[in-house]
């Protein structure tokens, strides 16, 4: 069999580019898409929980106490697992309520406003902004809604929605506490998400 001297040089040029690829160094690896994003004991900011009603198909006065008891638990529940990582109460509000932070609300409180929420953070040195909204469909169905938002870069690194049907009181305290112990692992993990309750 012949190989015209076109073909050979087509195989010539294929046999060392083929060589240069074996020989050649690998690149660097990526990186790690799950390296933290912040230190385990970084700060972590916690505004009230927002409620939303106005799509129910019963508006009641008793409402804002769900969004009450959601943050009671929530608070109570991060103080318990983050300690003085958490920023919580006057501190945070008198920064909601500065200039800079209600620039950036359009009116709106500072809890429901992303750009509100990350500038608060920014203002307290806190890396970690949680963010938490009940809404009510009807009288037996509510939803909890939160997120970990890191401040820095406004990634949304939890975003947890809970359906609560039945005992509305049992149901957002149960809700509520089941979202702040996955806010507290994350933190501690430096925002690296798990849903495995043991994981370290």
């Known amino acids: 069999m012949t190989i015209s001297l076109t073909n050979r040089r ?10 240069s690829l074996l020989i050649s160094p690998a690149a660097p690896a990526q990186t790690d898409s799950t390296a933290p994003l912040a230190a385990p004991n970084a700060k972590v900011v916690l505004f009230p929980v927002a409620l939303y009603n106005a799509q129910a198909n019963v508006q009641e006065a008793s409402d804002s106490s769900q969004a009450a008891l959601s943050t009671q638990v929530l608070t109570g529940k991060l103080q318990e697992l983050l300690g003085p990582q958490l920023l919580v109460g006057q501190p ?10 209600l620039a950036t609300t359009g009116k709106q409180p500072c809890n429901v406003i992303v ?19 009940v809404s ?7 939803l909890l809604t939160g997120q970990l938002i890191h401040a820095p870069t406004g990634a949304i690194i939890l975003d947890d929605s809970t359906e609560l049907k039945g005992e509305t009181e049992g149901m957002v305290r149960a809700g509520s506490r089941i979202f702040a112990e996955r806010v507290a692992r994350t933190v501690r993990r430096g925002g690296v998400a798990t849903n495995f309750p043991n994981t370290p």
């Open 10 to 19: 087509v195989l010539s040029a294929f046999l060392a580019l083929l060589a």
């Open 136 to 142: 009510k469909t009807s009288n037996l169905i509510w």
């Open 92 to 101: 945070v509000a008198l920064v909601a309520a500065s200039p800079k932070a």
């Open 115 to 133: 750009a509100c929420a990350r500038a608060v953070a920014d203002s307290l040195k806190a890396p970690w902004v949680v963010m938490a909204k």
